[in-house]
T-cell receptor, first 111, second 117 residues
């Protein structure tokens, strides 16, 4: 079993839709949870990070963590064509300094 | 945010040659740099962790004699793919972390696409 599981997609949605991206993990020692956005042939850029269960909101993005279920989500409201990218979840265990990435979900927002 | 650069952005080489990729932190000192490899439609896989002035720590299954890492200064780490073969073709991404690293302060470079013919 992989430490982090993420549906690779692709996921196609119409402009303005609410997008839900998800990851599950198996290592209960993970303490930090990040979402990265990666455009084609570019390095990943950090969108959001959180370290506690619950929701964290930043503009159109909401990160949700449920440690009891080992499940994290990223919600994108009012999705735009410019949101079309691959979204990677990443997990981090304090002291290891190692990020474990999901496979990424390819998102396409149709105009 | 902090900037990490990589050079070259793209390289094509013949099988058997060596290729050097540079990773630079432009506006901060990076105590630790990480090298990742990403195959098409796959996740980033950590190859090695390098700390300035010491030997790199390689992940299981990564050949340290094939992927030479040098972290000679607090702003520069290099990855040399020695005797490259077509199966080494991939997207190589570095990230850099400042001394007081928190989870969110690992900054990624734009990546280097390597194609070995």
């Amino acid at each position: 079993q992989k430490e982090v599981e993420q549906d690779p997609g692709p996921l196609s949605v119409p402009e303005g839709a609410i997008v839900s991206l998800n990851c599950t993990y198996s290592n209960s020692a993970f303490q930090y949870f990040m979402w990265y956005r990666q455009y084609s042939r570019k390095g990943p850029e950090l969108l959001m990070y959180t370290y506690s269960s619950g929701n964290k909101e930043d503009g159109r993005f909401t990160a949700q963590v449920d440690k009891s279920s080992k499940y994290i989500s990223l919600f994108i409201r009012d999705s735009q064509p410019s949101d079309s990218a691959t979204y990677l979840c990443a997990m981090f265990q304090s002291g290891t300094y190692k990020y474990i990435f999901g496979t990424g979900t390819r998102l396409k927002v149709l105009a | 945010g902090a900037v990490v650069s990589q050079h070259p952005s793209r390289v094509i080489c013949k099988s058997g040659t060596s290729v050097k990729i540079e990773c630079r932190s432009l506006d901060f000192q990076a105590t630790t740099m990480f090298w990742y490899r990403q195959f098409p439609k796959q996740s980033l896989m950590l190859m090695a962790t390098s700390n300035e002035g010491s030997k790199a720590t390689y992940e299981q299954g990564v050949e340290k004699d094939k992927f030479l890492i040098n972290h000679a200064s607090l702003t520069l780490s290099t990855l040399t793919v020695t005797s490259a073969h077509p199966e080494d073709s991939s997207f190589y991404i570095c990230s850099a972390a400042p001394e007081t690293m928190d989870a969110e302060t690992q900054y990624f470079g734009p990546g280097t696409r390597l194609l070995v013919l």
